[in-house]
């Protein structure tokens, strides 16, 4: 009998093996092969982002990491930022899951005595358009400008009006609150959720670093 | 000849979303920006091609019984050597915004639909040719797309502004309702060209199974078609 026509369940069974093994040991080979790389790419865009929201440092602040827990009990990674062995800032990756499609995912650059520097939405999947407005620092391209070389400093981030609005602040014992929800910050129409969302994770990280001050200034080696 | 029509008849004559009418899942979801949809498009070509290519050489050992679970597994095992690739290769904004439209690859319809139709049935280098060139006309079409929903909603195309006062957002183009309107729209502009074509040269156009103008009577356009409404 063919194989082509069998009907025999052992030889479909063991065909069906043969093929997921030999699908299995080629993803295998292929995972073996990507792993440097993955880990490298998501190394390098761990890096950008922390240059972006640091001052200038000297070390390795991907390698020099604390996990706290924030005022509600999620984990918030700080990175410290050395520069000639003396503390010169921090970074407070964290997540809020109340974003208005999913979690949001950002990283807070934190000047040494904890008050916002940059802040940087690293993951979200809000609405294109309304969410985003709030979440991305997007330089604008324009057809005049495409092959112009650009002017910005290095370090400098794009604006944001929403994001741009924490720098400088200390988190204190009561939450921050947009506008709506009768605080003092400004929020986007039609993205009120979303702002909300930025507004707390903001919040719970600068706030994280206060309530763990000690902790995080002793792990990350300051006063060294 | 005939190689070359393996490869065109995907671009035009049967493509894949416009007239097979397949695949619209990524086609609705990932075309927000013309960049997603190249990249999307891109993805899927290299699963089709390479699907294609195994499928047609393993055909004729595998038993009929247990060849769509076959099929299926060559599919995903394609489906997660271009995750990795991505995820190690390309930019990280790119493969964030594809997300999980890159592993739901496996429940395309032209793949399997493909490997059904043409691979099992013809040798490696005719169905080499039918998953390049169905690849490239799902590529085609996405890319349009996403050109056209991101010109209407910001007013940039590749994320470059071409009009550089447009600063508000238009919302619809870029939301999946304004993505069923935009793909409507081009079916009904392949369907209408494809009709001119037929009527021109005195055949009898048949739409594609499902789309024709039996159940409306907003135009004429199904008159012509061959006296079925």
């Known amino acids: 009998m063919k194989l082509k026509e069998t009907e025999n369940t052992v030889v479909l069974g063991v065909f069906l093996a043969v093929i997921g093994l030999v699908a299995a040991l080629a993803l295998a080979y292929i995972s073996q092969l990507t792993a440097a790389p993955i880990a490298a790419a998501e190394q390098n865009a761990t890096n950008q982002a922390l240059q972006k929201v640091l001052p200038p440092f000297d070390n390795q602040p ?10 509600d009990g999620r984990d918030v990674t700080f990175y410290g930022a050395l520069r000639d062995g003396k503390l010169v800032g921090f970074a407070g990756k964290g997540s809020n899951p109340q974003g208005y499609a999913g979690a949001i995912e950002g990283l807070v650059g934190l000047e040494a005595d904890g008050s916002v520097r940059t802040v940087l939405i690293t993951r979200q999947s809000e609405t294109p358009g309304l969410g985003t407005v709030v979440c991305d620092r997007k330089e604008v391209k324009t057809i005049f400008t495409l092959f112009k070389p650009s002017d910005k400093k290095d370090g400098a981030v794009p604006a944001n009006r929403i994001l741009d609005q924490f720098a400088g602040r200390k988190a204190m014992e009561s939450p921050w609150r947009v506008s709506k929800d009768g605080g003092e910050f400004e929020f986007q129409t039609g993205a009120t959720v979303t702002s909300r969302a930025v507004t707390a994770l903001v919040w719970s990280i600068a706030r994280a670093f206060e309530q763990n001050r000690a902790a995080v200034e002793a792990a990350l080696g300051g006063n060294k | 000849m005939s190689l070359l029509k393996d490869f065109t008849k995907g671009l035009w004559k049967e493509n894949p979303v416009l007239v097979l009418v397949l695949g619209t899942c990524p086609t609705l979801a990932v075309t927000s920006s013309a960049t997603n949809g190249l990249g999307m498009g891109l993805a899927t070509t290299f699963v089709l091609v390479c699907s294609n290519v195994v499928i047609s050489i393993i055909a004729g050992i595998v038993p009929k019984k247990i060849r769509i679970p076959v099929y299926i597994v060559v599919i995903a095992t394609f489906v997660t050597i271009i995750d990795l690739l991505m995820k190690a290769y390309s930019p ?14 496996v429940v395309n319809c032209i793949v399997l639909g493909r490997a059904e139709a043409f691979a099992s049935k013809n040798n490696p280098v005719r169905s080499f040719l039918d998953g390049l060139g169905m690849g490239l006309g799902f590529t085609l079409t996405l890319t349009m797309t996403g050109i056209i929903r991101e010109f209407l909603s910001t007013g940039s195309m590749f994320e470059v502004k071409v009009i550089t006062g447009w600063t508000v957002d ?16 081009l079916l009904a502009g392949m369907n209408y060209l494809n009709l001119r074509r037929a009527v021109k040269q005195g055949k009898v156009y048949v739409p594609p199974q499902g789309m024709d103008c039996r159940h409306c009577h907003i135009c004429d356009f199904g008159d012509k078609t061959d006296g079925r409404n």
């Open chain 2, 170 to 185: 238009f919302l619809l183009p870029s939301s999946a309702p304004g993505a069923f309107i935009i793909v409507g729209v």
């Open chain 1, 62 to 71: 991907s390698a020099n990491t604390i996990t706290v827990k924030d005022p």
């Open chain 2, 92 to 105: 990280p904004e790119l493969y964030n915004a594809l997300g999980i439209f890159i592993s739901l690859i």
